[in-house]
């Protein structure tokens, strides 16, 4: 099996989002997937101008910037794989600009004028399945701790998958994203333990995708949990009144 993770943070190879993935690739290679990334950052990916040369008879289905960057290496490595990573830090409440500036570049490898309607229903139009129906996962890599903070993120792959006919197998949302990785921290395993169980379970997740070739619940459960030491920090932010209380504290905190 070969697994693709494209990273869009700008940070790159030094970023939370990477230290994240490697924790995936550990478990995916140990069994035997070929796990290769992409860091959009260190390519370079020309902006969609909405140009639609790519919609005309004589340069169909081909990009002005095929030949002047790295866009076209990319999607021949997501043909070549059978899972896509889409990683991605929360840069103001959405994907990161890289990612979009990525995923807006497969324009060019449907034509718009010949309609089509989605497994899910939708009314769209013909895409190069090769490419853009890969199953994939969603790693999304945030500082802050409110639910609400991926929200726009797991909307838009939400709605990436319909259209795209790319079944969703795995969703996986670090909050608190700075608390992970680098060690810079000497002291974090006594402060936050929880941490050690979320990479083991990012590595179970590289395992499950090799294994049932997606991540189960119970897994994305554990890779997902609040990993600061407040007692019963996910039921909190959900009842009100105690979510009210906690939002009293950190007023006070102001
Ligand atoms: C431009 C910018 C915008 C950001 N916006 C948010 C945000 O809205 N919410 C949040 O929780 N974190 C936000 N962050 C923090 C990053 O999402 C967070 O640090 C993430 O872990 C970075 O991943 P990386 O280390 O792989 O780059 C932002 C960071 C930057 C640089």
Do not use: W
Not at 31 to 44: M, R
Not at 77 to 106: E, Q
Not at 193 to 209: F, N, S, T
């Amino acid at each position: 099996m070969k697994i693709l993770a494209i990273n869009s943070s700008y940070r790159g190879n030094r970023g939370y989002t990477r230290f994240l993935i490697d924790k995936l690739f550990k478990g995916a290679t140990k069994q035997g997937a070929d796990c290769d990334f992409v860091t959009l950052s260190e390519n370079k990916i020309n902006v969609c101008i909405a140009c639609n040369t790519c919609q005309t008879e004589k340069h169909y289905l081909k990009c002005i910037f095929d030949e002047k960057d790295d866009f076209k290496s990319i999607i021949n490595k997501m043909a070549d794989a059978d899972i896509i990573i889409f990683a991605t830090p929360v840069y103001l409440f959405g994907i990161s600009g890289l990612m979009k500036i990525f995923i807006d570049r497969l324009h060019s490898t449907g034509d718009v004028n010949d309609l089509r309607v989605s497994k899910s229903g939708l009314i769209f139009h013909h895409i190069n399945h090769n490419i853009c129906s890969k199953p994939f996962v969603t790693l999304i890599c945030c500082d802050n701790i409110e639910d609400e903070t991926p929200k726009n993120i797991i909307s838009y792959f939400r709605t990436y998958s319909k259209f795209m006919d790319a079944p969703q197998v795995g969703n996986l949302i670090r909050n608190a994203g700075t608390l992970t990785g680098h060690g810079k921290d000497p002291d974090k395993e006594t402060k936050f333990p929880k941490i050690y169980d979320v990479y083991d379970a990012y590595k179970q997740a590289g395992q499950e995708l090799v294994e049932y070739g997606e991540i189960t619940d119970k897994t994305q459960k554990i890779a997902n949990q609040e990993i600061l030491p407040i007692p019963l920090f996910t039921i909190i932010k959900k009842i009100k009144p105690l979510k009210n209380k906690f939002i009293e504290r950190t007023k006070e905190m102001q």
